[in-house]
């Protein structure tokens, strides 16, 4: 009978990726958001593609700006793999459907997982193509990727520790590419509805800057693999009641294609100052 084993799994993925890219195993991930396509396009062209269907236990994207494929190509002398098409708990899939893309990256080779995402914004004064690394979060979804039966040898305990999911060392890194870079904390909710602006007033006084429906659980998946995480968020909307006007995602994607050169350039300086 075929595995269930969300890690089994994941290591099947992880040798068909490696295979496919002629036996090269990738040593950075970048994880694409909503709107930030145009980004990993200003990264450059991959040399290699694969259908995320073509794959072992990848569930098929259902949202607008989203596509399930792996990009394969060289940054600054390191293979990176691009995937694009993330899946979220809102699409009625799993924990272990949610973080099977990070968790097949990094068991391919992958010690590094640049996590992008899209997010509403708490500061009003980071306006809509703000790039922010995140410096934690809080994971609101109320679910885990390591629940269920304990992960099978050789992986670590599922009660891993994240005192520091996001490195301070690769923000660091992104600061050299942008000093001006601002950092904050990423509170993730389920959605797909967005906030009310009493939610919103809630996150602010619980310490968010920025609120999303993704990155959390494969920062947690990723941690518990050790890989480095680091997280950026692009503010495509002030969050609900910051905002003057209502939320709406293509507004979300508009905002992705208008900051996409400054964010290919984002990722490929960190990829090149790693
Ligand atoms: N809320 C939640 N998720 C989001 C938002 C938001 O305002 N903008 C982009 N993703």
New binding site residues.
């Given amino acids: 009978m075929p595995t269930t084993d969300p890690f089994r799994l994941a290591e099947q993925a992880a040798s068909e990726v490696v295979d496919a890219l002629g036996g090269q195993a990738p040593s950075v991930a970048v994880v694409l958001g909503?709107g930030w396509l145009g980004a990993a396009d200003v990264l450059g062209v991959p040399d290699t593609e694969l259908s995320t269907g073509d794959l072992t236990g990848f569930a098929v994207p259902t949202v607008a700006g989203h596509r399930g494929s792996i990009r394969a190509l060289e940054v600054g002398g390191r293979r990176v793999v691009v995937l694009v098409g993330r899946v979220h708990l809102y699409e009625g899939l799993s924990e272990a459907d949610v973080v099977h893309g990070v968790r097949t990256a990094v068991l391919a080779g992958c010690s590094t997982v640049i996590l992008t995402?899209?997010?509403?914004?708490l500061n009003p004064e980071w306006p809509p193509g703000t790039a922010v690394a995140l410096t934690d979060h809080l994971n609101l979804t109320n679910r885990s990727p390591l629940s269920g039966p304990p992960p099978p040898d050789p992986y670590g305990s599922r009660f891993v520790d994240l005192s520091e999911v996001y490195s301070a060392r690769l923000r660091a890194v992104a600061r050299g590419v942008d000093p001006s870079m601002r950092e904050g904390v990423y509170a993730a909710?389920r959605?797909p509805h967005?906030?009310t602006p009493a939610e919103i007033r809630m996150l602010r006084t619980l310490g968010a800057d920025l609120?999303?429906?993704s990155t959390a659980l494969e920062a947690i998946a990723a941690r518990h693999l050790n890989a480095e995480v680091l997280g950026v968020s692009l503010?495509?909307?002030?969050?609900?009641g910051v905002a003057s006007t209502p939320?709406d995602?293509a507004e979300?994607l508009a905002a992705g294609a208008a900051a996409a050169p400054g964010l290919g350039r984002l990722l490929r300086g960190v990829i090149e100052g790693l």
């Fill in positions: 909503s995402n899209a997010a509403g914004g909710l959605g967005y906030e609120v999303g429906m503010v495509t909307n002030l969050a609900a939320l995602h979300v």
